[in-house]
């Protein structure tokens, strides 16, 4: 019974252990996983500067998220996050989906530029990402040879994101903007997982989806003449492009 007791609390101290380990690798996997997979997803500069996760209470942040403009637009970002928090199952590091109870997001910085002759820097990200994942379908990269045949894959059950805060940039003005707080829950749940590259096109689709309405509604609240018939044709532009992203 003694000997059985032992076995029983070693292999205790070693899980224990192998958590805690699992906690100093996760976090520079993550960080270079946003800089790699970010830029196929995006068509764009896309950073980390770091991702901490504290194994044993399995609460973790990430700093400094950086998403850059697509080229041809003026400013250098379209997307900053100071700080993300994430809770995960901490059992779940060691498998190969790690299960994410909650992202959560408080005032982002989003830039939404728009161009006097139409469109605009979001409505080129989200055609970058439309074509660079496929619809969503299947991950940018994944016919490469080179691939992993089990790449770490995650599941959230609750991304909540409020605060955020908009600067909308029209014939060199700008305009502050409030978007509306979001909540997606259940991402890769159903599916027993997600790979990155669909989880970051999952959520980036969203997210951006909100920016041209409201973009297009303060222009015709702030009665702009040409702009605001202008913001017509970008909610009617791009409806296509909404229906293919959320799989309408």
């Known amino acids: 019974m003694k000997s059985l007791l032992k076995i029983v609390l070693v292999l205790a101290l070693l899980a224990v252990i192998a958590v805690v380990a699992a906690g100093f690798w996760i976090g520079p996997i993550i960080v270079k996983a946003v800089d790699t997979i970010g830029p196929r997803v995006t068509g764009t500069a896309v950073t980390l500067d ?15 998220f950086f998403v850059g403009n697509p080229k041809g637009w003026a400013g250098d970002k379209a997307i900053y996050v100071g700080e993300l928090r994430a809770s995960v199952r901490p059992l779940s590091l060691l498998n190969d989906c790690i299960e994410v ?20 820097n979001i409505e080129t990200l989200l055609r970058q990402i439309e074509e660079n994942t496929g619809g969503g379908t299947r991950p940018p990269g994944s016919a490469e040879s080179g691939a992993p045949a089990k790449p770490i894959k995650f599941s959230v059950k609750s991304f909540r994101l409020q605060n955020a805060k908009m600067t909308l940039m029209v014939a060199g003005q700008a305009l502050p903007v409030p978007l509306p707080p979001l909540t997606i829950t259940d991402l890769g749940v159903a599916e027993g997982g997600i790979t990155a590259d669909q989880l970051a096109s999952k959520v980036l689709k969203r997210v951006l989806a909100q920016m041209i309405p409201a973009a297009a509604d303060e222009l015709k609240k702030l009665g702009l003449g040409v702009l605001g018939g202008a913001a017509d044709g970008v909610t009617g532009a791009t409806k296509g492009i909404f229906n293919k992203l959320l799989g309408k």
């Open 101 to 120: 109870t909650e992202v959560f997001i408080d005032s982002p910085e989003f830039v939404f530029e728009k161009s006097l002759t139409g469109g605009s």
């Open 50 to 64: 770091s991702a901490k996760i504290l194994p044993l209470s399995g609460g973790g942040t990430l700093a400094g």
